[in-house]
């Protein structure tokens, strides 16, 4: 009973922390072979590494870049809405709407991305006009040339979009089941029509489930944007292998298209993040801390300033109100 | 239609099955306006279904229900029955609170917004009107410091008495109560119950499916024991608790009591 430590009023752990050597260790080993693998790129006397620095911020390749995003944000917003549409038909009480939803759903996860893409490219082929008019009589309100109302792009965006909707639904699907039904019960009981009911009170639940994976899609849809250079749309990948095909540097333009993929999916993370965080409210007691909140209470630890579960507690209040 | 009659609920010949497993077997029961009625029966009795068929959340097989003088569900062209649109059900049941054992508030809505949606959205009552009912509703259940706070903030207790706030905030005229203090930690119990309490003592027309003996005797105007999708037994309160009829009836008072 002699070895008593100090104690003072307040009751605020503070101890030293248990040390780690094996992560130290296993750190240096993976920061060895990350440094060798850069060495034998940055010394390869194959690659040139100033032409990549010299088409980084290339016109041909910025424009590029611009394309990615907008067939990217386009065709996610489709393939959102009609996948919404595609669960609700899904699990409607009627059905041939069942039905239609199912069998779209088999076609167009059943078939390679690429193909649906190079149909849509070609459409023109199959159908040199398209018009409106009455089936099967020869009335026609007006005609049109296929490719004039379908250029590539347009082409792409519907391939993109129409395969995306499919996965999507799934996605959307799984976010509603996991509603209780207690919610539904709840809403009738207060006089909400269905339609009501899923738009206010299911929906908005069930985007905590739907965000994290429709995040993923996004970035496979970001990077998927390339095969449309099968039907030439001069997007990122489309506009890099035009120029090395000029310059014949397929390696050093592959990396610049490399790397503005990788600054886009980073990009992309960030409002996915602060939607999982709107759409989390009410479902834990405390709200989790942005990244930028945990770096200001990190950077307070560091300093030792406070205690970091007061710290917390204390941004977490900011939050909320 | 009839006359507006005096019963606020009218229950003929109701039966329910599920699948082969009929759970109703011919419920008759009146309500009268400004009456409690509180419903008794050991689980599977079919208590809680008959309740969660007067406001249509499951269709009957058989028999009427009426709420008000207006049949439920369903409306009588001559001598045939025509299933009711979803507008015209989601109309009925404005007229019909509903208080869920689990509660079943809405988790991303604040207790304010859980309070405020239905009226506004469905009801449309405007925003200001509606938030300034849904805060005095807070203060009568005795939450008025929890205006802003989110269900999982809430206790058991608490949370039930913003699901009875947000039932009246539609202004029902009859209210319905499934076994609502049953997933309550034992002390929490009291607030929900005083709260239903002052309700019944404003004139509210009440069904109450409870297991609290004390709360019935002391609220209800008529108690009804049912058994096997049966009505056992009905009466006044005193009478089904200190000199019930039928031995089923004492079995179960043996075992709750």
């Not at chain 2, 039966?15 to 509180?38: A, D, H, M, T």
């Not at chain 2, 208590?47 to 009426?66: M, P, V």
């Not at chain 2, 369903?74 to 059900?89: N, S």
């Not at chain 2, 089904?240 to 089923?248: A, G, I, M, S, T």
């Amino acid at each position: 009973m002699t070895d008593r430590v100090d104690f003072d009023d307040s009751d605020d752990v503070v101890a030293v922390p248990l040390r780690h050597p094996g992560r130290w260790i296993a750190a240096v080993a993976i920061l060895l072979v990350l440094a060798a693998l850069i060495h034998s790129l940055w010394t390869n006397t194959n690659i040139i590494h100033s032409s990549i620095t010299e088409f980084l911020f290339d016109p041909r390749i910025i424009k590029g870049v611009g394309l990615t995003i907008f067939i990217t944000v386009i065709s996610m917003v489709i393939a959102t809405i009609l996948a919404i549409v595609l669960a609700v038909m899904r699990m409607s009480a009627n059905p041939v709407l069942r039905a239609v939803s199912f069998g779209y759903i088999w076609f167009f996860r059943g078939t390679p991305l690429l193909v649906q893409i190079v149909f849509w490219g070609y459409l023109g082929l199959l159908y040199s006009q398209i018009a409106a008019g009455i089936p099967f009589t020869n009335i026609q309100f007006f005609a049109i040339d296929t490719n004039t109302l379908i250029p590539a792009l347009v082409g792409g965006v519907i391939a993109l979009s129409l395969n995306e909707a499919a996965y999507a639904a799934e996605i959307v699907r799984a976010g509603l089941l996991s509603i209780d039904h207690g919610q539904r019960e709840a809403a009738y009981s207060l006089g909400m029509g269905p339609g009501y009911t899923l738009r206010r009170i299911v929906l908005p639940q069930a985007m905590k489930v739907i965000i994290p994976p429709m995040g993923n899609e996004t970035i496979s849809m970001l990077k998927n944007t390339s095969l449309l250079a099968v039907v030439a749309v001069a997007e990122l990948y489309t506009a890099a292998t035009q120029i090395s095909a000029q310059n014949l540097r397929q390696v050093e333009l592959l990396i610049v298209a490399s790397a503005w993929y990788l600054f886009m999916t980073t990009v992309l993370s960030i409002p996915q993040y602060y939607l999982e965080r709107r759409f989390g409210r009410g479902t834990a007691r405390e709200l989790p801390l942005t990244p930028f909140q945990q770096l200001k209470a990190a950077i307070a630890r560091g300093r030792g300033r406070s205690n970091s579960r007061r710290e917390v507690a204390q941004l977490q209040k900011g939050s909320l109100s | 239609m009839t006359q507006p009659s005096q019963n606020m609920v009218e229950a003929r010949s109701v039966r329910k099955w599920f699948g082969s497993n009929e759970v109703l077997k011919s419920i008759s029961l009146e309500v009268p306006r400004g009456q409690v009625l509180c419903l008794l029966g050991p689980s599977g009795s079919g208590k809680s279904t008959f309740l969660r068929c007067i406001n249509h959340l499951e269709t009957i097989d058989g028999g009427r229900i009426s709420v008000d003088g207006e049949l439920i569900g369903y409306t009588q062209r001559g001598d045939k029955l025509h299933e009711m649109k979803p507008k015209e059900i989601a109309r009925q049941r404005r007229g019909i609170g509903m208080v869920f054992q689990r509660f079943n508030l809405f988790p991303h809505l604040t207790a304010l917004d859980n309070i405020v949606e239905a009226p506004q959205g469905v009801s449309g009552v405007p925003k200001a009107q509606a938030r300034e009912r849904a805060v005095a509703l807070l203060e009568r259940v005795g939450l008025a410091d929890r205006v802003d706070a989110y269900p999982a903030q809430l206790s058991g207790g608490q949370q039930q008495r913003v699901a009875i706030a947000r039932a009246l905030a539609m202004e029902p005229k009859l209210m319905l109560f499934d076994e609502p203090t049953s997933a309550l930690d034992p002390e929490l119990v009291g607030d929900v119950l005083d709260v239903m309490r002052d309700l019944a003592t404003s004139g509210m027309t009440m069904i109450v499916v409870t297991h609290e003996i004390g709360f019935s005797r002391e609220v209800a105007d008529r108690m009804v024991f049912m058994d096997g999708g049966v009505v056992v037994e009905s009466g006044k309160p005193a009478d089904v608790l200190d000199n019930p009829q039928h031995e089923r009836t004492q079995l179960f008072l043996e075992s709750v009591l």
